[in-house]
């Protein structure tokens, strides 16, 4: 009998050491995981940003590479080339991996394949150096993020891990509980979103400059859609600033995101001579918009939240209070016509007129949703007045969703998460349930 104890007691113990190492091994895997997600995204991020660098006023670094098969296997060789930081892992199990080139070591890449392979007549060698000048900094830096797979990952087959490597030691970032709950996968997805928001809130703001008394740069944008589609291709260039910044509270996460004011005169400059054929404005329009911005820099909040099923699968284990329509996007649809809808200022502002009403539309729909019981947030509004402002400053940011032409309307669909119209109440309805 004493030794069949020892006998079990030598077989628990083997079961225990074997289980906290198979765990040790699912977490170095796990992170290894996350930290290859989080490079490959590094290394897409940085291309995007050297393809969209500006070399002459027709050539972007994305036309330059299309030239030549050489020439883009340089450029990618660069872009793989460059060397990682340090990885940072968060408590659940997502990564971020910054990286960054030199602006030196970019020019001198492309004015090798130039020198090299280049067949062409419209790039000059000379037209390299233009690009330090334009992007006022020495340093392109970007940080990619990569999350572990939701469920546990097989196992790898034998020496795979050390022929990867492992994940090297780095510092651990805590993070608010209600993002833990959540799971890495909708976390960073909630983040992407914030940089897309961002985006679009940069675009907003650039794209209402004044050019002359009854154009703005969005009136510009509207002669052309090769100048739309630059224009915004030119937008996506914005840089992060500083860190995400996540709610502790709420499902919410905030990104702040900069382009230089500069850079935004010479593209408009770029597309004005390339692609503008209209007459209502001339260069020396666009050069006195540097006299009216005093800003050196565009800056933007985005803010993102994530995707339903995440928001509908936490609420189900951690907060059933929320309503279902906190877990759903809210959205309207609007109509608008105009006399000259066939012109490109008329299509302009039939689409105007239809989001004026989609947001009209969206107003009434999130008016009408109830909070609890038998509260519904009109009723809500009234007796917080104080809240209205922040509704109104909600249905503002609502996303254009869609923009759609007919032969003779413009349809704008406006979208906002249910998740961001429930943060405006729900501090409120915690305030109240302390007294």
């Known amino acids: 009998m004493r030794n069949y104890r020892i006998l079990a007691s030598g077989m628990i113990a083997l079961f225990g050491l074997s289980l906290a190492a198979a765990q040790d091994a699912l977490d170095e895997q796990t992170k290894l995981l996350s930290k290859r997600a989080a490079e490959a995204d590094a290394y897409r991020k940085l291309a995007e940003c050297v393809y969209g660098l500006q070399i002459n006023s027709a050539t972007y670094v994305k036309d330059f590479v299309a030239e030549s098969d050489d020439i883009r296997t340089e450029v990618d060789t660069l872009v793989r080339g460059v060397r990682l930081g340090t990885p940072i892992w968060y408590e659940d199990g997502s990564c971020e991996v910054p990286a960054e080139v030199t602006v030196a070591k ?229 109509e608008g016509t105009d006399p000259e809808i066939e012109t490109p200022q008329g299509k302009l502002r039939a689409a105007r007129a239809a989001e004026l009403d989609a947001r009209r539309k969206l107003a009434e729909r999130i008016a009408g949703l109830t909070i609890r019981s038998e509260t519904v947030v009109r009723d809500f509004v009234t007796e917080h007045d104080y809240i209205a402002t922040q509704v109104d400053a909600v249905i503002v940011d609502a996303l254009v969703a869609k923009t759609v032409f007919s032969s003779d309307t413009a349809t704008v669909t406006v979208a906002v998460p249910g998740i961001r119209v429930w943060s405006v109440f729900n501090e409120e309805l915690r305030r109240e349930a302390r007294r």
């Open 106 to 334: 970019v020019v001198e890449t492309l004015r090798t394949a130039h020198d090299r392979h280049y067949k062409g007549s419209s790039v000059k060698t000379s037209d390299f150096e233009s690009i330090t000048r334009r992007i006022e900094k020495n340093v392109i830096k970007v940080v990619g993020m990569g999350a572990p797979r939701e469920e546990p990952p097989p196992s790898l087959p034998a020496d795979v891990a050390e022929s990867l490597g492992y994940p090297p030691e780095s510092v651990n970032r805590s993070l608010p509980d209600i993002w833990r709950k959540i799971g890495p996968q909708a976390r960073l997805m909630a983040q992407r979103a914030a940089r897309t928001d961002a985006q679009r809130r940069l675009a907003e703001r650039i794209k209402g400059l004044r050019l002359t008394s009854r154009t703005l740069v969005r009136d510009f944008a509207a002669e052309s859609d090769v100048i739309t589609t630059e224009l915004d291709a030119f937008l996506k260039g914005a840089f992060e600033v500083g860190p995400y910044y996540h709610h502790h509270d709420e499902l919410i996460v905030e990104v702040k995101m900069r382009i230089p004011t500069e850079q935004v005169i010479t593209a408009v400059k770029t597309l004005h001579s390339r692609l503008y054929k209209g007459d209502d404005i001339e260069g020396s329009d666009i050069e006195k918009i540097t006299k009216t911005i005093i800003k050196k820099d565009f800056d933007a909040v985005g803010m993102g939240v994530p995707r339903p099923e995440y928001i509908r699968r936490y609420a189900a284990q951690n907060a059933p209070e929320l309503p279902a329509w906190s877990m759903e996007e809210i959205a309207a649809e609007g």
